[in-house]
């Protein structure tokens, strides 16, 4: 289970300032005493989506954006938990819907960009 302080939410509502989608991302985490898996699950319902299972459903949700997130050119906003920009991606360049951008994006941050994107990096063929 990954869990955020509110510590780290208030920090993370500070970068996510400009988007309105994640700012009420972040309340719903609040609410969720800062399980992000209990949030996503909340905002994905509130999305129109249907999560199958309560238990890793974000995982495999973020993984739908692995090909975006874990892009070598993209890999220094990961690892410097640069949520605005993972954000960015995700509104400007999937089909994620606004309330799951933050929930997707904390879940890679927390997750560590070399775990999350492990699969894919060794997924890619090397010239």
């Known amino acids: 289970m990954l869990t955020l302080s ?3 939410i208030a920090r993370y509502r ?3 300032a400009d ?3 994640a700012i009420a991302a972040l309340d719903t985490l609040t ?3 800062g399980d992000l898996e209990d949030a996503a699950i909340t905002l994905a319902l509130r999305s129109g989506q ?5 238990d890793r459903w974000l995982e495999g949700y973020a993984k ?6 874990c892009n070598p050119a993209l890999r220094a906003d990961l690892e410097a938990d640069n949520l605005s920009a993972l954000a960015h991606l995700l509104t ?3 089909t994620c819907p606004p309330l799951l951008v933050a929930p997707v994006a904390l879940f890679v ?5 070399d775990t999350f994107c492990h699969s894919f990096d060794h997924g890619l063929v090397q010239s």
């Open 92 to 94: 400007d360049g999937t």
């Open 6 to 8: 509110a510590d780290e």
């Open 14 to 16: 500070l970068q996510l």
């Open 31 to 33: 609410d969720c005493d």
């Open 50 to 54: 249907e999560p199958d299972t309560n």
């Open 109 to 113: 941050i927390k997750t560590g960009g």
């Open 64 to 69: 739908r954006f692995r090909h975006i997130l």
């Open 19 to 21: 988007y309105p989608d």
